[in-house]
Nanobody, 115 residues
Framework: QVQVVESGGGLVQPGGSLTLSCTAS????????VYWYRQAPGKQRKLLAG???????DYTDSVKGRFTVSRDNAKNTAYLQMNDLKPEDTAVYYC?????????WGQGTQVTVAS
């Protein structure tokens, strides 16, 4: 079982930035894809972005141009750089590390955008 831990959330003002981290245990991270999701209160979890083992990334329209995913395979860690944050970005953010099947989830990290 791969252990996944997200970190870096917090309270930020509108227009501000945060960088989330997603760290996984084990030896398969370098060959895994990593997906970032978020879940706002009372809403379904939604996919935001993904990055494959080679570093190629893709984004949903809701975050394209504001969010950037990256990874450091030597640290078993992926990142989600979030810029120009808006109140509607408030949610619990999750990463899914997927080498096969449905992948492994972390516990999430709360991001609150408020003045």
């Amino acid at each position: 079982q791969v252990q996944v831990v997200e970190s870096g959330g917090g309270l930020v003002q509108p227009g501000g930035s945060l960088t989330l981290s997603c760290t996984a245990s084990g030896s398969s991270f370098a060959t895994s894809a990593v997906y970032w999701y978020r879940q706002a209160p009372g809403k379904q979890r939604k996919l935001l972005a993904g990055i494959i083992s080679s570093g190629g990334a893709d984004y949903t329209d809701s975050v394209k141009g504001r969010f950037t995913v990256s990874r450091d395979n030597a640290k078993n860690t992926a990142y989600l750089q979030m810029n120009d944050l808006k109140p509607e970005d408030t949610a619990v953010y999750y990463c899914n590390v997927r080498s096969h099947g449905n992948g492994d989830w972390g516990q999430g990290t709360q991001v609150t955008v408020a003045s």
